[in-house]
């Protein structure tokens, strides 16, 4: 049930700027990347059934969020500036104990909206109602990883009861064969999962070859109520459940020390960034890039929901990893410009297993283009510097998802309908959690 | 010589939303606020030379940017991610010794086309060839308290070549007699201005009755370099020098102690916050709010030069604020949103003497307006948050000056060749620095 966005068959972008060179790029009617070059328009244009102008626009990978609970959207602005523990109990989880399928697929609409407005071509998605998030993300044509979030709280009862969630959940999603929606499992945490949980999704993750999607050491109390009931850091216990895995996307990853960085890297594991909730909640420690780098870990960056953020702009979100990691680790040549767009990019691409993120010929074309006469981008010292230091999605003209045009020159098919339908959604939301009080 | 953006004479600006309310603002051909309410403008419809039709956008007062150095909008992207001597002095330093009058002109020009693109209007200056650089800022409209970088490092002859600079300066901004733009006394800081010239600048200044705007303990080297050779910590220098006045606007304040900040706050100093600047050259201790609000300081808001922001948007400078503090302090409720919108507007406006940053009858018409339907501002369950956490500074769609409309529609008139003229000055700038070498 995909949308029509402007239209179907193989795909010409004329005249873009790629690694200092002008380009031309076909694509070809399964969205695959056919050829990049120079003479590639003058060649191919009877082919293309549809042609972009890109008037020297530069062109990038499309960027990957590999970390955020879409639908939260709805809750965006609803509590700020609160202890966290309050911020949760008193506002977040009662409200969204009032969530219903229909509030998650207006809420994932809108995700995917500003996400495409951003530059964002995938993503991966932890939350609940997650058929209805799946519809939503097939309607708006980006690619995403999704998972149902599975929380036992220790009882064998909900262990059950979530095991079969899940199992529902991945079949469903197995069965719209859609190239661009693939399921993961979702256990939340250490703290909110059982190991018995634990063991399952990773044993079921396993038989059916799908991710594994997990927060992971986000504040210092999960690590030492860790330390304090089992004897072990977070890390070793997940290893112990079967949880680190190449499949796997561990998210915040704030309080790991160096070992545990380590064993991230010899499993394999990819750890998202995410340093705007990561500051906004305060957790007092920024997640320790140099470590994981040392030690050959995948990073990738992720917005987290919009409830702890507020935004899901890619975009700003490289310039406060790029600049946290700097200030919280006093170096000020940590996580420069260039891996921060690869953050964005290429690792959080691979890690969800959606392509290398490279603008050749085979892959699949993900592409953004962005603004070369944005005041952002002037003057032309450094464009990936602009990119990531002084644009944000704003500057993002196109938005291309393997050869689907999801938006053109800053028009996104429907989005009328989506901001009023979510803005409604999120209203109703918000009086019926009020009026449970 | 100020340019005639759309026209002049009284102004209505109808159907905003301000606090709560839909309301009409009428702005006198003075470009002061004249009346401001729900039947203005059916009763002063025959008044207005001018009508913008505002369809329900938020009427937010306009954002001043309280400390930046303007024309290094030039270096965008030059020089990135470098530890800070090396940056400085094999990068910075040298380009700039190259900079002419045209280039400041024109990197003042792309500067305030940034500003005024993401609803800034008024800002604290400090550069070289500040009579350039006001040339730029009368042309484009906006407000500017501008100040020549007095640098004598304790050379006697310096001193003497930099007050006859200032003077120089001083003079010729007065003699514009243009309310949009003043003069005030720059001495750079304690490591690079000897304390007679300190006492000369704070001289200076009180006779005159001008500003003083200087950086202070950006830098633990700073402070400990200033124990090290006088025995007190900088802010005690200062204040030995009378440089600490209700005039005085102190740039970044990262490594303030707690009596440092109570005696700002007695001497009626406003300090001027710059967490993006700060991050990005690592300064390794973020400026301690929590105590200068104790203390009942004004604390406003900057961005710093494009050398080591690279932007201008003080939208993103407010989540980079407030998200900052919450970090580095390690409290979640430190600088909510209403006080991060309180340093970009009002502190900031007072800090530089253009007003209370009030939308309100005898105030100077400085408005923006920002789009309500923008994704950014979806759902509308708050506002402020939404401004200071989600949105960036393209939700703005008209920005106003003292009742000149500087942008409408997100058009600035003139835009096209500013961009491609700071363009040519920046990359023939680079080569000049290129062929020196």
Request: hydrophobic share 40%; aromatic share 6%; proline share 4%.
């Amino acid at each position: 049930m995909e949308h029509e966005l402007p239209g179907k068959g193989a795909l010409l972008v004329r005249d873009v700027r790629l690694g200092g060179e002008r380009v031309d790029i076909l694509v070809d009617d399964r969205g695959m990347i056919a050829a990049v070059g120079r003479d590639v328009g003058r060649t191919a244009r009877g082919e293309a059934d549809r042609v972009i102008e890109g008037g020297g626009a530069v062109a990038l990978p499309g960027l990957v969020n590999t970390h955020t609970h879409a639908a939260m959207t709805l809750l965006r602005g609803y509590a700020e500036d609160m202890p966290l523990q309050e911020w949760l109990s008193e506002k977040v989880w009662p409200i969204e104990a009032h969530l219903t399928g229909e509030d998650v697929y207006w809420g994932t609409k809108l995700a995917c909206l500003e996400m495409i407005r951003s530059g964002t071509v995938a993503f991966s998605d932890m939350y609940f109602f997650m058929q209805d998030a799946a519809r939503a993300v097939a309607e708006m044509g980006l690619c995403a990883l999704l998972s149902y979030g599975f929380i036992d709280l220790c009882s064998e009862e909900k262990r059950e009861a979530e095991c079969r969630n899940t199992e529902t959940f991945v079949r469903s999603i197995l069965e719209l064969h859609n190239p661009r929606i693939k399921p993961a499992v979702g256990p939340h945490a250490i703290y909110t999962v059982s190991q018995e949980g634990l063991r399952w999704c990773a044993e079921y993750a396993e038989s059916h070859g799908i991710g594994i999607h997990i927060h992971v050491s986000e504040t210092e109390k999960e690590v030492k109520d860790a330390v304090a009931q089992w004897g072990r850091r977070p890390v070793t216990i997940l290893d112990e459940c079967g949880i680190l895995t190449p499949r796997t996307v561990a998210a915040h990853g704030c309080w790991l020390d160096r070992d545990e960085c380590t064993l991230l890297a010899h499993r394999g594991v990819t750890v998202a960034h995410n340093p705007v909730s990561n500051m906004k909640l305060a957790t007092g420690r920024a997640m320790p890039y140099h470590w994981l780098k040392e030690a050959g870990a995948l990073v990738s960056l992720g917005t987290d929901g919009c409830a702890s953020n507020n935004s899901l702009d890619l975009f700003t979100e490289m310039k406060f990893a790029a600049l946290l990691q700097k200030f919280a680790w006093n170096s000020p040549t940590l996580l420069p410009a260039e891996e921060a767009l690869a953050m964005a990019t290429s690792a959080g691409s691979r890690a969800l297993g959606f392509g290398n993120s490279r603008i050749a010929p085979g892959e699949p074309a993900d592409i953004v283009l962005v603004d070369p006469h944005a005041v952002c981008n002037t003057p032309a010292h450094n464009t990936t510097s602009n990119i990531v230091y002084s644009c944000t999605g704003s500057v993002v003209q196109t938005t291309i998802c393997h050869g689907s045009v999801l938006m053109h020159n800053r028009v996104v098919p429907g989005e009328e309908e989506i901001l009023r339908e979510a803005a409604r959604a999120a209203e109703t939301l918000a009086e019926r959690a009020r009026e449970d009080k």
